[in-house]
């Protein structure tokens, strides 16, 4: 069964930075491509950015562009995204999602619970 | 920047039929991909490539495209279906990921 667990969601000061984890299981983690979708409170979704399999190709949504970067170590099946120059506008739920494929075009088949993040002063 | 546009709610009786409409310009040439989120939980995909069902979803779950239009239909709808709804493609143009905005279905 695949498994995503995020951490590392915590309260966090405008202009501060974060790193969110990712933790997966129950499938081959350098088959897929991975990606951060958050959630504001009562908004929609928005996605974040991807990886792919290896880690060589990366892509960004235009509201994190230059301040978020993705990563993955696929030795320890994990997911990472260093956030930086936190806005108020960032906080939202951020949830890991895993592609039904290598590719861009893929669906997001498998999604996390979420972890919260909070950019109050 | 390509835009995906969902109605804000659709409301529909038990046991009827709820369609989910998602207009994006030239839509029939993307993959179209389609979420449910109940509440409080995560999103769930229910339709894939446009019309594909992953292990789990009942048959009541289904999906169509036309010209500029992709549609999530619900047949014979239930209490539980009660959800937000959302629409997503690539976007190969800009190179990422599209939702739409979301549908609130409500069942009356």
């Known amino acids: 069964e695949v498994h995503l667990v995020e951490s590392g969601g915590v309260v966090v000061q405008p202009g501060g930075s974060l790193r969110l984890s990712c933790a997966a299981s129950g499938f081959i983690f350098d088959d897929y491509t991975i990606h951060w979708v958050r959630q504001g409170l009562g908004k929609g979704l928005e996605w974040v950015s991807l990886i792919n399999w290896d880690g060589t190709r990366t892509y960004y949504g235009d509201s994190v562009k230059g301040r978020f970067t993705i990563s993955r170590d696929n030795s320890k099946n994990s997911l990472y995204l260093q956030m930086n120059r936190l806005r108020t506008e960032d906080t939202a739920i951020y949830y890991c999602v895993k592609s039904s494929t290598a590719y861009n075009d893929g669906s997001l088949h498998y999604w996390g619970q979420g972890t919260l993040v909070t950019v109050s002063s | 920047s390509y835009v995906l546009t969902q109605p804000p709610s659709v409301s529909v009786a038990p046991g009827q039929t709820a369609r989910i409409p998602c207009g994006g310009n030239?839509?029939?040439?993307?993959?179209v991909h389609w979420y449910q989120q109940r509440p409080g939980q995560a999103p769930v995909l229910v339709v894939y490539d446009d019309t594909d069902r992953p292990s789990g979803i009942p048959e009541r779950f289904s999906g169509s495209k036309s010209v500029n239009r992709a549609t999530l239909t619900i047949s014979r709808v239930e209490a539980g279906d009660e959800a937000d709804y959302y629409c997503q493609v690539w976007d190969g143009g800009s190179d990422c990921v599209k939702f739409g905005g979301g549908t609130k279905l409500t069942v009356l």
């Open positions: 030239n839509i029939e040439s993307k993959s």
